[in-house]
């Protein structure tokens, strides 16, 4: 287990240093000087002299070769420091993120919770009435909630309650340890439109899974020993059949935060989507940098630990 | 089972071997003809069936998008401003008196543009770089390896958004972008299929009269995975649609004038929801119907082409 843990912990350095190569790379592809933008304004018509232009590239450090800069770039972020936006000017990036990504992790994990208690039950029973009208049902539902764009789910869903409980996203977001009521009345209808593909995905994992487990050998062995069928279900089949579907939940974090989103977008929810989504059309470049490899940076290590927790319960992963 | 696998020798003891039997003992298997070959997947996979009808139909709504609207989609008529549906305008007018249902019909050559070709050029390379990881192994694997780990790192859409970002707005941008966001998941997939076709006997055997490694690659491997490359470009057409309805939908897409499923649901579509839900709906469902479509169309794939793979996802 230690070697394994070393060998999977040094794959994740190199993998991180290309994550970030990739971000830089992307963003420094733009055609124009950020500089120029800046000064230039909206419609690239203000005047600006060409001291103020040299003056302003040196302090974003644009003045310097492009190598330089990524290891400038770098070493600040290893400082914590990921730069001044262009945009909000004089914030910092890391301080904005950090105000928002506690409402995008609220939102993900209400999504992700609600999902899972209709996601699971369904998953077990379609499982259960293999082949039956049941079933059929739940597989079109799941393979609906896939193909459902979620902003469409999330427009219908305001659509409906506008029309029954004349109720529109809020304007001003509330932080739950201000107010936990309003916070969650806010919360929970960007939470239901998020965790439909998320239920969707849970409950077709959960079905083979179940379907896989089902056919074991100890299943029929707990069956012939006279268990009865809610024993066998729950305590034999179930526990065995959600440690893939945990795990394949968590490999999928990266589509949850993709719809935060556009979610967020749509219900006025101030979280790291929204913030990812105004800095793109303001060209904000450290903004988004910033944004995107936190992101990626969460992925990684949530992986990484994934990785390491299933070679701890799976010992055959560790060996091969 | 075990009765007729006895049956010929308990024939012949009871002397009844002359008599014939009520079945014939050998019965030809059916012609491999296309229509067969048609009749077999509707009867076993209706679903998967349906799918391929209603991707059919996309296509030829995209082809013959000119015949079947009946408006030009940019013309804006002051007079139709959130004109409902059922009127004038089949399916209503947007806020600049567009008409809904020719937008519609135009936005299908935007999908399947987009999802034809970004899952093409993107499932083509990632299988490229699969192939070659794998049949140069060693340093080079390793390092392909790592640069796939980054780019998986990312979420899709993310991924696409940032590259949206520095290339900015168009319809082949979108294209571009998620292009490059289908490699890695591609190669990943189709290394693993490639690690196995690798060790196969044929793959020494070619070896051994002397093949190199791209004749090895082209005339051996890739068409042995060639299944499994056609499945995966199925399901990435689907979710190229989305992926492009959501990028436009941000407004990061395709030009909000240009007419794309999702950009119709952006803006006002789904601001005035309640005022004037045609404009949010048809969209929707358009797009909700052709994904669904791709996706049990993909599925069935699966199945008839690849059966090893069944469950999988």
Redesign the interface.
């Known amino acids: 287990m230690r070697t394994y843990i070393v060998k999977r912990s040094l794959l994740f350095i190199p993998t991180l240093l290309i994550v970030t190569m990739v971000i830089f790379g992307i963003l420094r592809v733009v055609p124009g000087d950020p500089a120029m933008m800046i000064l230039g304004g909206e419609d690239a018509e203000d005047d600006y002299s060409e001291q103020q232009l040299a003056d302003l590239r040196a302090k974003l450090g644009t003045d310097k070769p492009i190598h330089v800069q990524y290891f400038v770039w770098i070493g600040k972020m290893l400082r914590g420091d990921f730069g001044i936006s262009f945009f909000y000017e004089g914030d910092m990036v890391l301080d904005d993120i950090k105000e928002r990504v506690p409402v995008t992790l609220e939102l993900g994990l209400m999504s992700l919770f609600l999902a899972s208690i209709v996601a699971i039950p369904l998953g077990v029973i379609s499982a259960m009435k293999q082949d039956t009208i049941g079933d059929y049902v739940t597989r079109v539902i799941t393979i609906m909630g896939i193909a459902l764009p979620n902003f469409w789910v999330a427009i219908m869903t305001i659509f409906f309650l506008v029309l029954f409980f004349n109720w529109a996203p809020p304007l001003a977001y509330v932080p739950p340890w201000e107010d936990p009521w309003v916070n969650f009345q806010q919360l929970i209808f960007p939470a239901i439109a998020l965790g439909t593909s998320n239920m969707a995905f849970i409950a077709r994992i959960t079905r083979s899974a179940m379907l896989e487990v089902l056919h074991e050998d100890y299943i029929r062995t707990a069956r012939a020993k006279g268990l009865g069928e809610k024993v066998v279900i729950s305590r034999h089949a179930l526990r065995n059949a959600l440690l893939p579907v945990i795990t394949l939940t968590g490999y999928e974090f990266g589509r949850l935060i993709s719809g935060t989103v556009i979610i967020e977008v749509i219900f006025l929810v101030p979280g790291m989507g929204r913030l990812l989504i105004t800095s793109i059309f303001h060209r904000d470049f450290p903004m988004i940098q910033g944004t995107i490899v936190l992101i990626a940076l969460v992925v990684l290590v949530l992986n990484l630990l994934l990785d390491l927790t299933y070679a701890w319960v799976n010992p055959r992963i560790r060996y091969s | 089972m075990a009765e007729e696998q006895r049956a010929p020798g308990d024939l012949a003891e009871q002397g009844a071997i002359t008599a014939l039997p009520e079945r014939p003992i050998f019965v030809l298997p059916p012609k491999r003809t296309f229509r067969n070959h048609l009749v077999f997947f509707i009867t076993k996979k209706p679903l998967g069936a349906f799918g391929a009808a209603v991707a059919i139909l996309l296509m030829v709504t995209a082809v013959f998008a000119p015949v079947i609207a009946n408006h030009d989609p940019y013309e804006t008529v002051v007079a139709n401003i959130y004109a409902a549906p059922l009127t004038e305008n089949f399916f209503g007018a947007d806020r600049l008196g567009r008409d809904v249902y020719s937008r519609l019909i135009y936005g299908a050559r935007i999908s399947l543009y987009v999802g034809i070709l970004s899952s093409f050029i993107g499932c083509t390379i990632g299988m490229a770089v699969g192939v070659a990881s794998v049949r140069f192994g060693g340093v080079t694997d390793l390092i392909v390896q790592?640069?796939i780990?980054?780019?998986i790192?990312?979420?899709?859409?993310?991924l696409a958004?940032?590259?949206?970002?520095?290339?900015?707005g168009s319809l082949n941008n979108v294209v571009i972008a998620l292009s490059i966001v289908y490699i890695p998941s591609t190669a990943r997939i189709m290394r693993a299929q490639f690690l196995a076709i690798n060790e196969m006997d044929y793959i020494l055997a070619g070896r051994a009269i002397g093949a190199g490694d791209w004749r090895i690659m082209w005339k051996h491997m890739i068409p042995n995975a060639f299944a499994l490359y056609l499945v995966i470009v199925t399901f990435h057409l689907?979710g190229a649609i989305?992926a492009e309805?959501?990028l436009s939908?941000?407004?990061?897409g395709v030009p909000i004038d240009v007419p794309s499923w999702?950009g119709m649901?952006s803006g006002a579509?789904?601001q005035y929801?309640?005022l004037a839900?045609w404009l949010?709906?048809f969209?929707?469902v358009a797009?909700?119907?052709v994904?669904?479509s791709w996706?049990?169309l993909g599925?069935a794939l699966r199945d008839v082409l690849d059966p090893r793979l069944k469950?999988t996802?």
């Open positions: 790592r640069f780990d980054a780019m790192a990312f979420p899709t859409l993310i958004i940032a590259i949206m970002a520095a290339l900015g689907g989305i309805a959501s939908f941000l407004g990061v999702g649901l579509a789904s929801v309640a839900p949010a709906v969209p929707g797009i909700a119907l994904v669904f996706n049990v599925d469950g996802n």
